[in-house]
């Protein structure tokens, strides 16, 4: 089965400080990847994905993320954080012939203003 | 972007009752939607695969006599907690897949809180 791991559970950063967030997953196969995210008191929604072609791919809010084939990563990135920016992100890969999503632990990220 | 909407947005009950939590899409049609589950600061793990017309599929662990899944039509499904216990308390959020969107990219529910007394 396919497991995801998010490197840091917490991250408080300052407005204008950028942000990377680690996600690596476990499966051997193709995937397809995925970054969502949960503001307060939101429904959880999509930041960005990736199926195939560039391996980095741009998502709303000025966010990107970079798929490293060989490190089995999916890492997010912003490189100047807003207030607005304070929310949890979930990584989450699906086989890509499949439908059954799996999520990491999730990183709660705190901008301060 | 397509709309899921769950209802209730949090419930309190008796132990020993049996709760439903239903999940709607609201300006789409969903074959597939999915039920999770969310312990206080973990991830969402799966419960089941709900299916219109068809019986739920269960991942591993998740007792389907307990969480009863009813897909009855395109634009609901239906989660029932039944007997209640405390530690049935949690966070339950549902999804679904738009028609023609890429395995994986779902819109979510508010999610329910439910809390067994």
């Known amino acids: 089965a396919q497991s995801v791991s998010q490197h840091n559970h917490h991250v408080i950063l300052s407005e204008a400080a950028s942000l990377e967030l680690g996600c690596n997953y476990s499966?051997?196969?193709?995937?397809?990847l995925f970054w969502y995210v949960q503001y307060p008191g939101q429904h959880l929604q999509l930041l960005l994905k990736?199926?195939?072609?560039?391996?980095l791919v741009k998502g709303i809010k000025g966010f990107e993320a970079e798929f490293i084939k060989s490190k089995f990563s999916f890492n997010l990135r912003k490189p100047s954080v807003q207030w607005s920016d304070t929310a949890e992100y979930f990584c989450?890969?699906?086989?890509?012939?499949?439908?059954?999503?799996?999520f990491g632990g999730g990183t709660r990220v705190l901008v301060k203003p | 972007g397509a709309v899921v909407s769950q209802h209730p947005s949090w419930v309190i009950c008796k132990s020993g009752t049996s709760v439903k939590i239903e999940c709607r899409s609201l300006?789409?049609?969903?074959?597939?939607m999915f039920w999770y589950r969310q312990f206080p600061k973990q991830s969402l793990m799966l419960m089941a695969t709900?299916?219109?017309?068809?019986?739920?599929?269960?991942e591993q662990g998740v007792e389907k006599d307990k969480f009863l899944i009813n897909h009855a039509s395109l634009t609901l499904s239906t989660l029932t907690v039944t007997s209640a216990h405390p530690e049935d308390s949690s966070f339950y959020i549902c999804?679904?897949?738009?028609?023609?969107?890429?395995?994986?990219?779902?819109?979510f529910g508010e999610g329910s809180r439910l809390t067994v007394l």
């Open positions: 499966y051997g196969g193709t995937v397809n």
């Open positions: 300006d789409f049609q969903a074959t597939t």
């Open positions: 999804s679904a897949s738009y028609p023609g969107q890429g395995s994986g990219e779902l819109f």
């Open positions: 989450a890969v699906v086989k890509a012939a499949g439908n059954k999503l799996t």
């Open positions: 709900s299916n219109e017309g068809s019986k739920a599929t269960y």
């Open positions: 990736y199926f195939s072609g560039d391996p």
